[in-house]
Nanobody
Framework: VQLQASGGGLVQPGGSLRLSCTASGFTLDDYAIAWFRQAPGKEREWISCDGVSSANAYYAHAIRGRFTISRDNAKNTVYLEMNSLQPEDTAVYFC???????????????????WGQGTLVTVSS
């Protein structure tokens, strides 16, 4: 079970990026995928979760209305579309997957079983 996060980079304030999280060794159909981020000097925080079969999608208050999570099961990939990026969005972004009963519906958002390696997003002028 492996997750590969990609798509990070340097973007100006107000810009957009799309992160990808591609799974290998398993199919995403029965997994929730969550995105977390860790800013310099801060603890890792949850920002979004897409439940199994995309039945539920959740967003943290800080990014609601600006970020959109989606998945393409045919490509075994989950995306995080990030718009109106601000300097406070600068962080390493991680994707994580879990199929446990509560986590697969995004009802529990901690201790996900499988993690990607992280991709750095820097928002700066």
């Amino acid at each position: 079970v492996q997750l590969q996060a990609s798509g990070g980079g340097l973007v100006q304030p107000g810009g957009s990026l799309r992160l990808s999280c591609t799974a290998s060794g398993f199919t995403l159909d029965d997994y929730a995928i969550a995105w977390f981020r860790q800013a310099p000097g801060k603890e890792r925080e949850w920002i979004s979760c897409d439940g199994v079969s995309s039945a539920n999608a959740y967003y943290a208050h800080a990014i609601r209305g600006r970020f959109t999570i989606s998945r393409d099961n045919a490509k075994n990939t989950v995306y995080l579309e990030m718009n109106s990026l601000q300097p406070e969005d600068t962080a390493v972004y991680f994707c994580a997957a879990d199929s446990a009963p509560m986590k697969r519906l995004c009802l529990v958002l901690s201790d996900f079983a499988s993690w990607g390696q992280g991709t750095l997003v820097t928002v700066s002028s």
